[in-house]
């Protein structure tokens, strides 16, 4: 996109945006359907992007959160940063936000998680939704098997019925087409996480202190199981299929940032912080790369023994010269700010890590079930971590990408909402 189309793309936001402002007494209300779970920073991170988003491009609108979960210290995260948010959560407070509410938005996720209560919202209102920045697959990411054709059809049904679907990566949004989705806007949109702004400065600047880590001498590394053993957090039986993909694969899994860390060690003046973007991944970090590193290396690494929350993650990611692991969303947070980050993907997964392809950052994107890539892995962070200058820029440049979408993003839901009833 050039700089004049860009220009006129975002003339035609603004103006959308003066219709509403224009109309106080016509004031809109959305309802937003997101806040997955606690567990992971990166499910955090879903709501308070696109809260950013409606804050920055539709102020005058009102916000109403249905979230899945808000606990663990989460739903005061939220209205700290976002103070005239309205959270529904009782059966009475949800019936009044689908009688007041104009238009609802399903959030980020990896499928359409509330599928159910987006029909619900079609049939008993009749009023117009949208979805933002999903992932869609023929594999049920949840239960690690292929989605039966019917589950597939009654989805495309439902986004056939939307103003607008955006997918967070290409391959989900070929395959929706694929498979005939109608919908008036079927287009590529990023991952509402790109924009979330949580911080949590003290807590980073305490953390930093406390284990030497100086700004912009250090990277973060970040481990995953294949699949996450949230059976070890909820006190259930493991899973004995997942259990034992991910004992065979954590080996190959984690050998080249094992490399990785130590050849930045050895050839940088930089230490590296070993974190987690999930409640199941610290004494993985632990086991599996801080043990395993030779004892000279180790006095060089830090490994964070217990878990974040999303602003203190945040905080840590900006003061750091870049990222590299298993995960997804905290590379999205660190490029949501113009910091270098890499992402390594396999199978198991659902497509969003393709969205690193999207943006331009194909070769920041490892697979880790081809031995050719994932054998490159320690020479990219290191070249990533030995010119911070240019590894910035090429951060910067995949997040204007990024805020032009955005942007374009929030000059359609601005028209649908004016012309909502």
Known sequence: ????????????????????????????????????????????????????????????????????????????????????????????????????????????????????????????????????GISFSRKNSWKAVPESPESLAKTISILSKAAFVYFRDSKSLALAKDLGC?????????????????????????????????????????????????????????????????????????????????????????????????????????????DKLPAKIQKKVVWKPDYWLTGEAISTYIRSAGLFGNEMHSPIMCIGHGIPAIVCRWDEQTTKGYMWEDIGLKDWLFDMDDEEQWAQLPQTVLDMASNPKKSRQRAVEALEFVKRRQTETMQQLSKDLQSSN
């Not at 104009?102 to 009023?127: C, M, P, R, Y």
């Not at 973060?220 to 004992?247: H, K, Q």
């Not at 984690?254 to 991944?281: F, G, S, W, Y």
């Open 1 to 132: 996109m050039n700089r004049r189309h860009f220009i006129s793309q975002l003339t035609l936001a603004l103006g959308g945006l003066s219709a509403i402002r224009a109309n106080p007494a016509q004031k809109k209300r959305i309802l937003l359907r997101s806040a997955w779970q606690t567990l992971n920073i990166g499910d955090i991170a879903h709501t308070p992007g696109l809260l950013t988003l409606l804050e920055k491009y539709l102020p005058e609108v009102e916000v109403y959160l249905w979230p899945s979960r808000v606990d663990s210290g989460v739903d005061q995260l939220l209205m700290r940063r976002f103070p005239k948010l309205k959270i529904v959560q009782t059966q009475s407070e949800i019936n009044d936000a689908f009688r007041i509410c104009d238009f609802l938005i399903h959030g980020s996720s990896a499928t359409l998680s509330a599928q159910n209560h987006v029909i619900q919202w079609h049939e008993s209102t009749g009023k117009p939704f949208g979805v933002y």
């Open 182 to 290: 109608t919908s008036p806007v079927i287009e590529f949109g990023p991952d509402a996480a790109f924009a979330c702004d949580l911080k949590d400065e003290e807590a980073a600047e305490r953390f930093l202190h406390k284990n030497m880590l100086k700004e912009g001498r250090f990277l973060c590394c970040i481990p995953r199981y294949r699949y996450t053993p949230f059976w070890s957090v909820f006190g259930r039986e493991p899973d004995p299929l997942r259990l034992a993909r991910n004992m065979e694969m954590k080996e190959q899994d984690h050998a080249p940032h094992r490399e990785a860390i130590t050849q930045v060690v050895e050839n940088l003046d930089m230490k590296v912080l070993i974190c987690p973007e999930d409640r199941t991944q610290m004494q993985l970090g632990k086991e599996m790369i801080y």
